[in-house]
């Protein structure tokens, strides 16, 4: 096929994966994940004038909620903008892992193996609900894959694919900064590579060239939050927070990497597909590429984006999405080797893509992680319930969704929150204070209309200050919902007059 078909082909094969696999698909009534739900509170909140960190706080990088903005800019159906973005963005996976592919081998049916890898990323036990900002770093991190290995196995990279790498690994850095690591690795291992080839100059120039491009994405990013006199709500927010909240004490540097790798793996052991390729992926690593110096590279880049990933010794399944890109290499050798056989296949090419886009659609429905919600309506989830509600008493409501992450109820009112600790992050009081101090401020002075509060099953640690709420609000709704096969409690307060 020629290339232009060969896009549109993974075009088609990214939009039927994710029409089952992401609640942002029309087969979907409502996103219900908490953190793609904060996401989108914090666009529509930039959208609408407030400052990311300074006016509105959430813990992931500029760059994600910049896309989640285009999003919903660009949605002509609930949150249809959103679901573009994650095809186009699952689309650009799929051509760089074929450019992959195509340096190793060219058989008469490779293409037709990529949205098989795809469907394994997709239907993984790390992909959750959809609109993730590891979902949306694949693309970054699967075209720098592709660029190092093409320094390996082609030719030596030039400035220009230099500086665009660096500009990629900002954008990634400005999404999700635990991901850096990869490209640590990508261009110490090149600027080595360089010296030990004798190319001292170039070794220098291109690591200089590399930083340029960093430099270009993150200059843009400061002057922004300069401009909006916030850079440092940004450093301390982004950057500070992170870093200090999501890192659990270790007695010594070896142990809390011993502890990585622990947590590491068995969060990629849930995924039963890649755990039971793991074994394969180490095999074909050592068949396709043949020098040592490159396998060492291709693993250290692994061990370098598994150690920034799970360093902070936290571990929720969506973290091992960004590790899956390396699985290619399982698809690639399975070209290499059953190369011969592959190229006598006698069907007929259209009947054979027709069975693929067959295959495919239906093992994306099979193995979907959420199916059960598939054409389900919004009025069976308690969100909705609740939201009825509340419209139907107030034409212009103010909300506080208190003691949790964003439940989707802002979106789902199309309100604009007022409050800066919108919801309650996954950090402890001690490390940041605030977020649960202003959210109870902000009921103690009656500052908003209703209250809403989810109670998990498993965490009544919001019990502990509930009563006091009491004191100005009374309970006039409660429901239940199942998320993430956890019975949820909400509970609707509204002001006491």
Not at 1 to 23: E, G, P, Q
Not at 312 to 326: E, Q
Request: with cysteine; net charge positive.
């Amino acid at each position: 096929m020629k290339n232009k078909k060969i896009i549109i082909f993974f075009v088609a094969m990214a939009i039927l994966i994710l029409l089952f696999t992401s609640k942002y698909s029309i087969l979907y009534p409502f996103n219900d994940w908490q953190d793609s739900n904060s996401f989108l509170t914090v666009a529509r909140s930039m959208i609408d004038g407030k400052i990311v960190y300074k006016d509105i706080i959430e813990q992931k990088g500029p760059i994600l909620y910049v896309i989640y903005m285009i999003g919903y800019i660009f949605s002509i159906w609930k949150n249809s903008g959103i679901f573009l973005l994650e095809v186009i963005s699952l689309s650009i996976v799929f051509y760089y892992a074929y450019k992959i592919l195509k340096l190793f081998i060219n058989t008469k049916y490779d293409f037709l193996f990529i949205p098989i890898f795809g469907v394994f990323i997709c239907t993984s036990y790390s992909f959750v609900h959809g609109g993730s900002a590891e979902e949306f770093c694949l693309p970054f991190l699967m075209i720098s894959l592709y660029y190092f290995i093409y320094h390996f196995v082609k030719k030596e990279l030039t400035y220009k694919q230099l500086f665009i790498n660096g500009i990629l690994s900002m954008i990634v850095a400005l999404i999700k900064f635990s991901l850096l690591g990869f490209w640590f690795g990508f261009m110490a291992i090149i600027f080595f590579d360089l010296i030990f080839k004798k190319q001292y100059k170039k070794a220098f120039i291109s690591c200089i060239v590399f930083l340029s491009g960093m430099f270009l994405i993150g200059f843009i990013c400061i002057i922004y939050f300069l401009l909006n006199d916030a850079l440092n709500d940004f450093v301390y927010s982004y950057f500070l927070i992170n870093a200090g909240s999501y890192a659990k004490e270790s007695s010594n540097i070896f142990i809390r990497i011993v502890k990585c790798f622990y947590e590491g793996f068995i969060n990629l052991g849930r995924n039963i597909g890649f755990l039971i390729l793991t074994p394969f992926l180490i095999y074909s690593i050592f068949k396709i590429f043949k020098k040592t110096k490159t396998r060492i590279a291709i693993i250290s880049i692994f061990l370098l984006l598994f150690m920034g990933i799970y360093i902070g010794l936290r571990s929720y399944k969506y973290y091992t999405i960004p590790l899956l890109i390396f699985y290619i290499f399982v698809f690639i050798f399975f070209n290499i080797r059953y190369k011969e056989k592959i190229d006598k296949i006698k069907v007929n090419k259209n009947i054979l893509i027709i069975l693929c886009v067959l295959g495919i659609g239906i093992c994306s429905y099979c193995f979907a992680n959420y199916r059960s919600y598939i054409l389900t309506s919004q009025n069976d989830y308690a969100q909705f319930r609740i939201a009825n509600i509340i419209k139907s008493e107030s034409d212009n409501p103010t909300i506080l969704n208190y003691g949790s992450l964003d439940y989707g109820f802002y979106n789902i009112l199309n309100i604009i929150p007022d409050c800066k600790y919108f919801h309650r992050m996954n950090i402890s009081y001690d490390k940041l204070p605030d977020n649960y101090d202003v959210q109870k401020e902000y009921i103690v002075n009656k500052k908003v209309e209703y209250v809403i509060v989810g109670i998990r099953e498993d965490n009544k640690k919001v019990l502990d200050d509930f009563n006091f709420i009491l004191n100005n609000y009374e309970i006039i709704y409660e429901d239940n919902q199942i998320y993430e096969k956890h019975n949820v409690h909400f509970y609707l307060f509204k002001l006491k007059k």
